[in-house]
């Protein structure tokens, strides 16, 4: 059975993380346009209008209302779009030349614009160039292929991944002249190592580690109002955390032996009572249902 990335894979990964700890949010303007050769938001970015600040009973609270021009809203994308890097690598493979400007708009409308490398903060929430746009779908689309590839141990998949993803830079395909079973291992660890590199370089550019205080904070609860945050310069950031999880999620994550899905070996919260280390399926449905093709498998006639 081919093993692909799936939304409930990265779902999976994604809750894991958000048990232990909080995330920063993204924001979507209720309508974008094109402009050229850039997708547009319509309308300036004014979302909320600070009022005023009291404290009743120790709790700080913080009065705001909505701008006069208020036309975006904010969301969480690593809770509430678990498959965003999905979601954005397909844009390349659903879409042609022809129609990708539309998809991308459509994309651009549910999930807000995407930013790139070097658009930050307020840059990334209102203009993006559509060939960059084209560009990051690709590239994630180039390391979905290469991973599931490895993953499936597939050489051939693996080879023609690492050819299109390296059509532009010939010098980082395996040498010619190596025997076919050199070559054929060599093909699975470029896959890998071109997947995790790519990865790597956005997290290093779009996202780290911070701090985030809570309402117990403000209510004079320093010690449980203070916990950890991933924060991600914009939606890019955001699809590629989802992605450096799954990837480097393998000491608390297994796969379920009859259906494949993945199986989170961690706590289901923290004060929880450990999961075993050698579960093998999602429940006992899937645990009877590989029994019986077992079962049936052994009493066929060879």
């Known amino acids: 059975m081919w093993r692909r990335v799936s939304r409930d894979d990265l779902g999976q990964t994604t809750n894991l993380v958000l048990q232990q700890q909080g ?12 402009q050229g050769d850039r997708i547009v938001a319509k309308y300036d970015f004014h979302p909320w209008v600070f009022i005023r600040e009291e404290s009743r ?3 700080v609270v913080r009065s705001y209302q909505e701008g006069k021009d208020h036309h975006w ?8 779009t678990p498959d965003l890097f999905l979601k954005l690598a397909y844009l390349s493979e659903d879409a042609d030349a022809s129609d990708f400007e539309e998809a991308a708009l ?10 790139g490398d070097n658009s930050r903060a307020e840059d990334a929430l209102i203009s993006i160039g559509l060939s960059e746009f084209g560009a990051e779908s690709r590239l994630a689309w180039f390391i979905l ?7 499936n141990r597939n050489v051939e998949a ?10 532009q830079h010939p010098h980082l395909l395996p040498q010619d002249d190596l025997d076919e079973k050199e070559k054929r291992k060599r093909y699975i660890q470029h896959a890998v190592t071109l997947a995790v590199s790519f990865v790597h370089l956005k997290m290093i550019n779009l996202c780290r580690p911070g701090i985030h205080l809570t309402a117990e904070f403000y209510g004079l609860e320093p010690e449980t109002g203070v916990r950890s945050i991933w924060i991600f310069d914009n939606l890019l950031g955001a699809a590629y955390l989802q992605m450096y999880w799954l990837m480097t999620s393998g000491g608390e ?3 379920c032996e009859h259906c494949g899905r993945l199986l989170s070996l961690a706590r289901s919260r923290p004060d929880g009572r450990k999961r075993r280390r050698d579960r093998k399926f999602c429940n006992d449905a899937c645990r009877q249902a590989h029994h019986r093709s ?4 052994a009493d066929s006639p060879s």
């Open 145 to 151: 292929k290469m991973y599931e590839a490895a993953l």
């Open 23 to 34: 995330q920063s949010g993204w924001w979507v303007c209720d309508e974008y346009e094109i």
């Open 294 to 297: 077992t079962k049936r498998s």
């Open 158 to 167: 693996a080879e023609a991944a690492v050819r299109l993803c390296c059509t």
């Open 73 to 80: 809203r904010d969301y969480r994308p690593l809770e509430q």
């Open 106 to 115: 459509a994309f651009s409308h549910k999930y807000g614009l995407p930013g």
């Open 57 to 59: 009973s120790n709790t």
């Open 253 to 255: 994550l297994a796969r």
